[in-house]
């Protein structure tokens, strides 16, 4: 627990508007969400002497006064609803309106630790947003293909295809921009490069961890698992041992993972097609190898970014990179 001196405040969130608490002090304030709103909130922290601010992740609309803030120079916490619920429960409260859920948002930064979480660049907010836009419209063409497998030859069935054709053709254009949005920018060009370094990430997967995890290469590989919903729970208690589940994460990116490791593990990654054989010899089934898989292919991702030098597979001229060794 903290419960220091530093003054805390907590923000409930909503597309138009901020209701602000400070933690030990009575009543709220609230504000618009937007820039004008943002700057009032800066000054009233100020005024308040607040330094640490926790707020609930609420789908993208905390973003704003989230980066408003940390140049303003305020410690933001992000939590994660799970978070905030849980906490709610372990106090015993079930009344909720905005301004409640503020003050429980202040008490729970002043009471739980601060992850000290990696300050995010800002520059991947719009990168996130294309990125986005090019998964739904992935999920788009999906779904047509399933129509179509449902759909008589004829008018209808050209409908469909012609839409198919024209959202592959969206998905190529979008991704050729996003591409060239990261490759505007040296540093992020050069960790894209690193990742393509390793078989079985093509340019797709590539993207997917490069945006939907920028911290990579700046955590352990143990917290990139976590980050990313691949690392294994235990669930045991008494005489009870149950099996290890995995959950939770970025579900973006661990499908993206979960979706390049199948051909990588069969075809592309001779380190994974040995971890793969090795994990099914010892008697573990499809689906968990595949996930132990997809694992290792962030944890080779991580390393490469962290090292800033590109993959080496085991048993070539050049030394081998310890962390790619079978």
Known sequence: MTQDSTLTAGIDTSKSKLDVAIHGQAGTISVVNALAGWKDLARHFAAHRVQRVGIEATGG???????????????????????????AAARLQRAK???????????????????????????????????????????????????????????????????????????????????????????????LQLLLSIPGIGERTALSLLVRMPELGQVSREQAAALAGLAPFVRQSGTSDGRRHIGGGRER???????????????????????????????????????????????????VVQRGTPWVAAGTAAPAEPGFVT
């Open 97 to 191: 309106n905005d301004r409640l859920d503020a003050t429980l948002i202040a008490a729970c930064a002043f009471m739980l630790d601060d992850p000290g979480r990696i300050a995010l660049d800002p520059r991947f907010d719009a990168l996130a947003d294309q990125l986005t836009f090019i998964e739904q419209v992935e999920e788009d063409i999906a779904r047509c293909k399933t129509r179509l497998e449902h759909t008589p030859a004829g008018r209808l069935a050209r409908i469909v295809a012609a839409d198919i054709k024209r959202l592959e053709t969206r998905r190529k254009e979008q991704l050729r921009l996003l591409r060239a949005a990261v490759d505007a920018h040296a540093d992020l060009a050069r960790r």
């Open 61 to 87: 609309y905390e973003r704003g006064v989230v980066r408003h803030l940390q140049a303003a120079g305020v410690r933001v916490i992000l939590f994660q609803p799970l978070q905030v619920k849980a906490f």
């Open 253 to 303: 990116l661990r499908r993206a993972l979960y979706a390049a490791t199948l051909p990588a593990a069969f075809h592309w990654n001779s380190a994974l097609k040995a971890f793969y054989a090795r994990l099914v010899a010892a008697g573990k089934g499809h689906k968990v190898a595949m996930v132990a898989c997809a694992r290792k292919l962030l944890m080779f991702a991580n390393t």
